[in-house]
């Protein structure tokens, strides 16, 4: 071949055989920076969800009261309850009260809230000693059930009413995170042979 003429076939594949080469080798060796980077990344976005999941749990930990705080401010309820009918407290018992609340009284008859606020404020039955006796709270989500001895000393427009009574008063949070009472049933607890007694002096 004379010199200076240019071999077209031997060159372009030369030249392809180069650039395919240098390709290959850009993709078969890695970057020493990408292998270092990525367990760093992994481990900072491990302890990004670590942290980030602990203060959630703290958050809600925090805001959620636990029974202990429940059981305490279910105790003070009662106390106020009690206290309103000791001292017929109308604005207090219309504060415990839920709109819907009803009661079933020791005689069986049925009682809404209007009705019980107005017998408080009239002083149909005038509740003159409340002693409360083995108290238990009970919780069920958003409810809290409350069962306890009563010894009431009261009058009324029929005569007085001395004696043990066994409630069941029924607490629900409202909307605003409220305990309202809901429901409130009264039993008397009958002395042994009173029954009989009584069935005897009716006839």
């Known amino acids: ?3 200076g003429a240019i071999d ?11 650039l395919m080469s240098g390709a290959v080798n850009q993709l078969s060796v890695p970057s020493s920076t990408s292998i270092g980077a990525r367990p760093v990344i992994g481990r900072v976005v491990l302890i990004a969800f670590v942290v980030a999941f602990g203060a959630a749990a703290l958050h809600a930990g925090q805001n959620k ?4 705080e429940n059981r305490n401010e279910i105790y003070q309820l009662e106390e106020t309850w ?11 018992m219309s504060n415990l009260l839920a709109d819907d609340y009803i009661a079933i009284t020791s ?19 005038h509740v003159t000693g409340l002693d409360v006796a083995d108290r238990k709270v009970r919780f069920y989500g958003k409810t809290a059930v409350v069962t306890s001895q009563a010894s009431v000393q009261a009058t009324t427009p029929d005569g007085d009413v001395n004696g043990n009574f066994r409630y069941t008063r029924v607490y629900v949070r409202d909307a605003q995170d409220k305990w309202k009472i809901v429901s409130f049933e009264a039993s008397r607890i009958r002395q042994p042979g009173e029954h009989r007694r009584q069935a005897n002096s009716s006839k």
């Open 65 to 68: 009261p636990n029974k202990h």
């Open 82 to 92: 009690r206290d309103a009918m000791l001292k017929a407290d109308t604005t207090a």
């Open 8 to 18: 077209r076939q031997t060159i372009p594949r030369v030249l392809s055989d180069t």
């Open 1 to 3: 071949m004379p010199d």
């Open 107 to 125: 005689a069986g008859t049925l009682q809404t809230k209007a009705e019980a606020i107005n017998n408080l404020r009239t002083r149909r039955m």
